[in-house]
């Protein structure tokens, strides 16, 4: 019992993982993507696979249906599905950046919809919203990116306050740097809105440091996984869970230091 999920963007990097790692510790796992050809591995190793695009209603409705039918209950849903849409602000289309926050942002939030009443009935559940560091510092060509996640910040913390009363936890878990195909699609876009034009010399350096910081020393998804199930294991898990330790370095100096020095810093770094 209490162990059914629904894992949103499970084709890969730490929605893959966490499958992955929840299949192997006894969860009821159903993963779903817009890529479901990429979900076969989890399907061999006993996960249900269903397509699931998150801007879409009647793919949102049609994954709580399936979950539901088969099991008459969810306990945890597990809101991975995202991307970065990287580049300047002043050359990023509106309809890309509406589109940043229908992925990151609404298609959570409605898919939370209507998880909501049926743990609600059960009088339990878990909400696991994957955010990030970059939901509470800035980095320069990554505005929409950034204004997505600090928005799911405030949208979790508001979710957080209203359900406890029904015996429903939301967690916010923060990645930092971690190796998955998350990079590769924001370096893409990056290149693609800014790679020419007044931002193409800023855009130059930072996809270096981007690059680097990526896929130098960054690990892989697994730490993500195992910090996901560590909170669903506790009966009293924290509103937020910041990895790997590099994440929380980044955000206690972002909090410890004035914007004057942390300006200098980016300008430092990007020099």
Do not use: C
């Amino acid at each position: 019992m209490n162990n059914v999920v629904l894992i949103t963007g499970a084709s890969s990097g730490i929605g893959k993982a966490t499958a992955k790692l929840l299949l192997a510790n006894g969860y009821k796992v159903y993963a779903g993507a817009r890529r479901v050809e990429n979900l076969k591995e989890l399907e061999y190793l006993g996960a249900r696979i269903m397509p699931l695009d998150v801007t879409d209603e009647a793919s949102l409705q049609s994954a709580i249906g399936t979950v539901i039918d088969a099991e008459g209950r969810l306990d945890i849903l597990i809101n991975n599905a995202g991307y970065g849409a990287h580049g300047a602000i002043e050359d990023i289309p509106m309809s890309e950046a509406r589109r940043q926050f229908d992925v990151n942002l609404f298609g959570l939030a409605r898919l939370t919809q209507l998880a909501l009443p049926i743990m609600r009935r059960q009088g339990s559940g878990k909400i696991v919203n994957i955010s990030s560091i970059a939901g509470k510092i800035t980095m320069p060509l990554g505005g929409w990116y950034h204004a997505s996640k600090y928005a799911l910040e405030a949208y979790s913390y508001a979710l957080r306050a209203e359900v406890r009363r029904f015996g429903i936890k939301a967690i916010l878990i923060e990645p930092g740097a971690i190796k998955t195909e998350w990079d590769i699609v924001a370096l893409a876009n990056l290149s693609k809105y800014s790679g020419n034009g007044p931002y193409a010399a800023l855009t130059e350096k930072l996809h270096g440091k981007f690059r680097a910081g990526y896929r130098a020393g960054a690990p892989g998804p697994e730490v993500v996984a195992a910090t996901i199930l560590k909170a669903l294991r506790s009966s009293r898990p924290a509103a937020r869970y910041a990895v790997p330790f590099q994440a929380r370095l980044i955000l206690f100096m972002n909090w410890l230091l004035p914007d004057r020095i942390l300006d200098a810093g980016i300008n430092f770094l990007l020099k």
